[in-house]
């Protein structure tokens, strides 16, 4: 499964939102997929960028836009499990109603995104990867 199948059903079940919220929602939905279901609900990497964990692959998708539409995203919501549906919803109902600065503020006060960003300074490019075990350890725990 594709993390643009993921970000489709995110924005077909909630509608337009900004990048940076669908970015963060993804992030969790994976985080808890570990943790839930002890296995990753995508392949694609996410990364620690200076405004919190970032897939590229969907990045790419939603360049230069701000809102990103469910049209904007050529993933098909039918690839999830239910299992992974019944992840994505349960994220979706702690996380769907906070701000993407919100989410963003959360994941940067989180260790999975501060270890994998190590000592660059804030603000600066990153590319480190989260690691699946990182975010299984750190959301397992809470």
Sequence with gaps: MSVLDVARYILDAMGQMSA???QKLVYYSQSWSLVWDDKPLFDEK????????????????????????PEDIPGDPDKLSDEGKETVDAVL??????????????????APWKDARG?????????HVISHADMAEYYGSI
């Design 119 to 127: 000592d660059t300074p804030a603000g600066d490019r990153c590319t």
């Design 46 to 69: 996410i990364q620690a960028w200076a405004n919190g964990p970032v897939v590229p692959h969907l990045y790419a998708e939603h360049r230069g836009k701000f809102t990103v539409s």
């Design 20 to 22: 940076m919220k669908l």
């Design 93 to 110: 109902k702690f996380y769907g109603d906070k701000t993407a600065q919100w989410l963003s503020d959360l994941t940067h006060s989180e």
